[in-house]
């Protein structure tokens, strides 16, 4: 964020910086349908809200969005508005995307709390192939064909 200089002209007629303040942050601040939001933020729940994701669409209708849905009380395209717009992940209303914050967010039951997004596994018990990717969180198919090398000492 920019810093913001108020400029004063004095009576001798040189121009002065008087003082200097941060703007206000953006993220949280009181919004409704009278005092919109700037930019890529969007008013949710009488806040503004940062939109995060593909590209800011305008819409009225779900119909005006190519993905996602219309959040029609921002007027913006969002990714989902409940779980049910979401596949194995919960609708994150504070965002308006798919995710978890915790594993009852997931159908797997595993979820990275640092991404907010779903895992298959964190250990080779949890794979049916019994091979999990503790980079990606991903089981690899049986036959290991996906994902990074196969690590020493595990089985087919």
Not at 45 to 69: E, K, N, Q, Y
Not at 113 to 136: H, I, K, N, W, Y
Request: aromatic share 2%; proline share 4%; glycine share 12%.
């Amino acid at each position: 964020m920019a810093t913001i200089c108020h400029i004063v002209l004095t009576l001798a007629g040189a121009f002065v910086i008087s003082a200097c303040t941060d703007p206000a942050p953006i993220e949280g601040a009181a919004c409704n349908l009278e005092h919109s939001c700037p930019g890529s933020y969007g008013c949710a729940g009488g806040a503004c809200r940062h939109l995060r994701g593909g590209p800011i669409v305008r819409c009225s209708d779900d119909s005006t969005c190519a993905i996602g849905r219309c959040l029609v009380a921002t007027g913006f395209c969002v990714q989902c508005l409940d779980s049910g717009d979401c596949v194995a992940s919960a609708c994150l209303p504070d965002i308006y995307q798919c995710g978890c914050r915790h594993g009852d967010d997931c159908a797997t039951g595993v979820c990275n709390v640092a991404t907010a997004t779903c895992l298959s596994c964190r250990a080779d018990e949890q794979c049916e192939s019994g091979d999990c990717d503790l980079d990606t969180g991903v089981c690899r198919p049986v036959d290991g064909s996906v994902g990074s090398e196969r690590r020493q000492g595990s089985t087919p």
